[in-house]
Every structure is written in C-alpha cells, then in structure tokens.
C-alpha cells in the first residue's frame, strides 16, 4: 500500500502527473518555499509568486538587506 505524499509545506496531496519533478512538494513553488526557508534561517513570510516569478522572493529578500540600518 502506497501511502499518499503530502506536500510539505501546503499539505496539500501532490498531482502525481505534475508532482514527480518536484516531489516530495506538490509545485514548483512549493519547493522554493521549502528552500528560502531553510535558507533564510526562519519562516519566511510567503506571498503568492507572479507566474515565472522565481526571483520575487529574491528581490524580497534583497530589500530587506536593503532596509538594515547601516549607520553604526
Ligand atoms: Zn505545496
């Protein structure tokens, strides 16, 4: 017996039609979720990525460096 995966960061079941190339997460953007937050050391607030957006959260994450204080 084959026990369902869920994806690990929406819980959602994955479409085994599309799901096999970014198993064990049901997306694409799933798996870049998954990594921006092992990557970024917390839990990383997630905004819907623009379709083809995979550098949104980049950007994202470079603004916030942007907006450190720097005046020491
Ligand atoms: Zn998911």
Redesign the pocket.
Known sequence: MIQPLT?P????T?DPTTGTQTSP???E??RKVDFFRWWDGRYAIVEDLAPGGALSELDLLDAQESLQPDDQ
């Open positions: 994806c960061v929406c819980g959602k994955p997460f049901c997306s953007r799933c």
